[in-house]
């Protein structure tokens, strides 16, 4: 158990309007990344950290913006959410032996 | 570019016997680790086991165990015995360990029902 703690954990929004989700590890493990699961592609990068201040993007990333203050936490924002933003977001920190730990998911629908 | 196909969208197997699930990866980095991870109804991952590129043995955790043909570019998953726990999304997932690129790349899943 890597300690990760993803909130919320369910969210219905509006078209429109910004969303933030949040994730906070308990390890102090360097890298933290986000990740969206759609079925049919597994999971998907999104952003990634790899240092207080230091994000980069992946494959996945417009409409997205992340921000790492603080090493327990890396934090998702989705500027303007958009119905093909409904998607299930797992954080996930890197282990001892580069496995990934994920946090429980959190569950994004946009009406 | 890294890439994870994972050819079985759906298995069945039935409870106590062995599966194996597919997975093949494309890479050009000659130094990776190999990951499958099980997704439950609940929607955790959870992950399984491990395999790095130089490892010359097989890797297994329990009832796991990773087959692993280098040549091929295969990691297949191999589940002895199956319980009807075992019934979840299972995913294969590589990273790169010479690009800097660190984030793992997952194949699209397959599902596996294990059948009473």
């Known amino acids: 158990d890597a300690g990760i703690t993803q909130s919320p954990r369910h969210k219905v929004t509006e078209t429109g309007t910004p969303v933030t989700l949040r994730c906070h590890q308990t390890?102090?493990?360097?890298?933290m990344y986000w990740y969206r699961q759609d079925p049919g592609h597994g999971l998907r990068l999104i952003h990634y950290?790899?240092?207080?201040?230091?994000?980069d993007k992946g494959e996945v990333s417009d409409g997205y913006s992340v921000s790492r203050s603080k090493t327990e936490d890396f934090l998702l924002t989705l500027e303007s959410a958009t119905s093909s933003q409904t998607s299930v977001y797992f954080c996930?920190?890197?282990?001892?032996?580069?496995?990934?730990?994920f946090g429980q998911g959190t569950r994004l629908t946009v009406v | 570019a890294q890439k994870i196909t994972q050819t079985q969208p759906g298995m069945f197997v039935q409870e106590k016997e062995a599966v194996t699930l597919d997975c093949t990866y494309d890479?050009?980095?000659?130094?990776?680790?190999l990951f499958w991870y099980k997704q439950p109804s609940s929607g955790e991952m959870i992950f399984l086991i491990y395999?790095?590129?130089?490892?010359?043995q097989n890797a297994t955790e329990g009832r796991y165990s990773l087959n692993f043909q280098k040549a091929r570019k295969s990691a297949n998953l191999v589940i002895s015995a199956s319980q009807l726990g075992d019934s979840a999304m299972y995913f294969c997932?590589?990273?790169?360990?010479?690009?800097?690129?660190?984030?793992?790349?997952f194949g699209s899943g397959t599902r596996l029902q294990v059948q009473p």
């Open positions: 395999q790095g590129s130089y490892d010359q």
């Open positions: 997932a590589m990273r790169e360990l010479d690009t800097g690129r660190r984030a793992l790349t």
């Open positions: 996930a920190t890197e282990g001892t032996n580069t496995e990934a730990f």
């Open positions: 390890e102090n493990h360097r890298y």
């Open positions: 950290s790899y240092g207080v201040k230091d994000t």
């Open positions: 890479t050009s980095d000659p130094s990776y680790g």
